[in-house]
């Protein structure tokens, strides 16, 4: 059971809305607002008492102070990933911070671990902490977290991944046309067995991208082409590897191995490489996201361009908007994804296939011991 994460002055843990909600079984936002006087008229006389006296009995009580001293311009500015280790970050977190500090913000920033608790907790916080706004990186579809910033009156701007949200202001990359373009890329190479490996689909990116395979799929259904979706269960090498691998034992004919992120498809080639198959000759792979050092490995690794200073500068830059304006309207921001060719693929060995093969989805990983 998660545990709160705020504390009082002396050190005692104090109860967060994220336990208020939990306790009452409601959304997030739905608490919010029960215990705002300017907003619990949404809601039924009822559940707003129900929600008040779980907060009484749990100790919680909202800080009024949290809101006036935001629109001082504090002088700081939350930021939220979903893994502090991914390189796909780095160059986010950089150009925010960049950003910010041009306007004399500091830059706070958490790791939510893709666990959606734990972002809650987060955002919550960092609102008990006066931030004068949010960027985040870590919102799935729908996500309560997405009301809860508003239900908070924290400005929020969300960067590649976009929660779908009318009040949430968002920079993404085209995912969807990107996926199309590496389709017809290894199409015109001549492969007629393409397997995509997506992404957990609970967020934009994952998504989106497997819609632009599906749409690229769509135009080349007619017999002699095959396109195969495995769903993973994670975005690492160690998962890329678990999958090929799997792909691989169950007999995979496909010729192209399309991933939803270049660690998946360095996985990818690792299991290639162990199962003595050679890429590009024999199958060719491609990622997303074109970390720094794609091109360094052998053989060099072709993906999708994820713009990600330029993510963060734009997403940066909304939010300051957001600050001196809060009436600014939301920005939804799409950025073109290139794809970078480069040496892991090539003309396709021989034509296979005999038509679409459905989606389907590997056993899941066991659990680590």
Do not use: W
């Amino acid at each position: 059971m998660r545990q709160p994460v705020d504390k009082t002055r002396s050190g005692r843990l104090r109860a967060t809305i994220v336990d208020v909600a939990n306790q009452a079984g409601v959304h997030v936002s739905t608490a919010s607002r029960a215990l705002n006087p300017k907003t619990d008229h949404r809601i039924s006389s009822k559940m707003v008492g129900k929600i008040r006296r779980i907060a009484e009995q749990l100790g919680y009580s909202p800080n009024p102070l949290a809101s006036s001293l935001r629109t001082q311009r504090t002088g700081t500015v939350g930021l939220i990933v979903p893994n502090l280790s991914d390189p796909l970050f780095a160059p986010i977190i950089a150009s925010v911070q960049e950003r910010a500090a041009s306007d004399g913000y500091v830059t706070f920033v958490a790791s939510s671990e893709y666990k959606p608790d734990k972002l809650l907790s987060i955002i919550e916080t960092m609102s008990r902490h006066y931030v004068a706004g949010l960027v985040v990186a870590s919102f799935e579809l729908a996500d309560p977290a997405a009301d809860l910033c508003l239900a908070l009156g924290v400005p929020t701007v969300a960067v590649l991944r976009d929660p779908g949200h009318h009040g949430i202001s968002s920079i993404a990359m085209d995912d969807v046309e990107g996926m199309k373009a590496m389709v017809a890329h290894v199409l015109d190479l001549g492969h007629r067995d393409i397997a995509y490996i997506t992404a957990p689909l609970a967020a934009s990116t994952a998504r989106n991208r497997l819609a632009g395979f599906a749409a690229a799929a769509a135009l080349r259904s007619q017999a002699g082409f095959r396109f195969d979706v495995i769903e993973a269960d994670a975005y690492d090498v160690d998962e890329g590897t678990r999958v090929v691998g799997r792909m691989l034992a169950d007999g995979a004919r496909s010729t192209a191995i399309l991933c939803f992120n270049d660690l998946l498809a360095v996985g990818a080639l690792l299991a290639l490489r162990t199962a003595g198959i050679v890429c590009p000759e024999q199958v060719s792979v491609a990622g997303v996201n074109d970390l720094p050092f794609m091109g360094l490995l052998s053989p060099p690794l072709t993906s999708l361009h994820n713009a990600g200073r330029t993510l963060g500068q734009v997403g940066a830059e909304l939010l300051m908007k957001l600050i001196a304006d809060k009436d600014h309207p939301v920005t939804r921001v799409l950025l073109p994804s290139p794809v970078v060719i480069r040496g892991s693929t090539g003309p396709a060995p021989f034509a296979t296939g005999t038509g679409q093969a459905p989606a389907r989805k590997l056993a899941k990983r066991p659990a680590p011991r």
